[in-house]
DNA sequence: GTCTATAGACGGATAGAC
DNA sequence: GTCTATCCGTCTATAGAC
């Protein structure tokens, strides 16, 4: 034993993660400063001190840098929840959960207008998301609805409407006041709302069944 | 009197109005069968017998078109929601002029994804409407703003909450469904919920108090 | 792996003849 | 008003030397 093996094949392995890392931290960061559309690779290369064909060296085409990209984006999103879920007590109660989980997740698009675009909005010129890099995105949403059973809502449908009204609320968030509260701040709100109208529809939906046994 | 004047100076200005027009036609239906980043100048021009420098007559600059097509579309949906409201009866409740405005705001949007995405995300490379431009849209902003008073609903962050819920709903269907209804056949229960939650809020609010006077 | 050089395409906009 | 010709910029991607 001489050294920590990484992955494959030792330290050439190593340094090519972590180039792979750099390239996307420029990607980031030229996409937050001058907006998603700028994402150039002669600015990205600039910005790690490299000419742009040598980005062919770790990524075969610009899609493949925007697939990486959503999928870090998952990734961290992905970090982020699995830190409010630590966060909460074992016994908190569902309502809670959803908003603590809506809060940071809004908190999270707020942070960088740019990923948010990349990751929940399909605007992007040329580009979708590959199959696998879409893959990435389900874990998070599988936590929304995990956490949507907790409080007793089980129905598609009702993760749909759950859905749109998270979407609804973050865009309009993003579009009319992106670094303020005016939609973030009304999460519990909406919530009660949710969580007050499935209840109350499921109870009317029992009353007239007399069991199935 | 000899003519019809149309408006400034006769048959010129009619010709060259028609020109426009019929330029916007070729716009909107090359965003729509193309895509909306596809527009280019070349491509317009060609479909009305053009080249490219020839719409420099009708217009200043792509930004400008965009803004056309921005303040069309504008006046396309206040045509619909008129007829919306013409259709109702002039005793319709609160509830159904609500839905039916939604709904048909919805199908509005599905009908043309490209002109959905021009007129109601910020997404388009390098543009914003102007300012004049995006005074057109304040309108159908109002008529959504007028039924909602209709249904009591007047306090602003109600309103906030009400374009949210709109605009989720749509997001998600425009996104994840575009040529069927699995969010927007759910407006009728969103409203529902949206007025029961802000009624019964009210009612909460005005125990305490005792009167004013 | 990194470089220089460049292909090849597409974009908006302008000059100036007719 | 419309045209041709063209400028000048952008971009992704490739070829081939080192």
């Known amino acids: 034993m001489r050294t920590t093996r990484v992955s494959g094949s030792s330290r050439v392995e190593a ?19 001058s907006g998603l559309d700028a994402l150039s690779l002669r600015e990205i290369a ?41 966060a909460l007590p074992a016994n908190a109660a569902p309502r809670r959960r959803l908003v603590e989980l809506l809060t940071a997740w809004i908190g999270f698009c707020q942070a960088d207008q740019a990923r948010y675009r990349l990751m929940f909005t399909s605007a992007l010129p040329g580009w979708q998301p590959s199959e696998s890099a879409y893959r990435s995105s389900l874990d998070n949403y599988q936590r929304l609805s995990d956490y949507l059973a907790l409080a007793g809502v089980t129905d598609p449908g009702d993760l749909d409407l759950c859905t749109a009204l998270s979407a609804g609320l973050v865009a309009q968030q993003m579009a009319n006041d992106p670094h ?5 701040r009304r999460v519990g709100e909406v919530v009660d709302m949710f969580l007050l109208h499935t209840a109350s529809r499921d109870r009317r939906a029992a009353r007239p069944a007399k069991g199935t046994s």
């Open 46 to 86: 600039a910005r790690v001190g490299m000419q742009a064909p040598s980005l062919y060296s770790y990524f075969p085409s610009k899609a493949a840098i925007l697939d990486a990209l959503f999928e870090d984006g998952n990734s961290r999103l992905g970090d982020v929840l699995a830190s409010v879920h630590e």
């Open 180 to 184: 303020g509260d005016r939609w973030s």
């Open 15 to 33: 340094r090519r993660a972590q180039t792979v890392r750099e390239i996307l931290d420029a990607a980031w960061q030229l996409a937050a400063q």
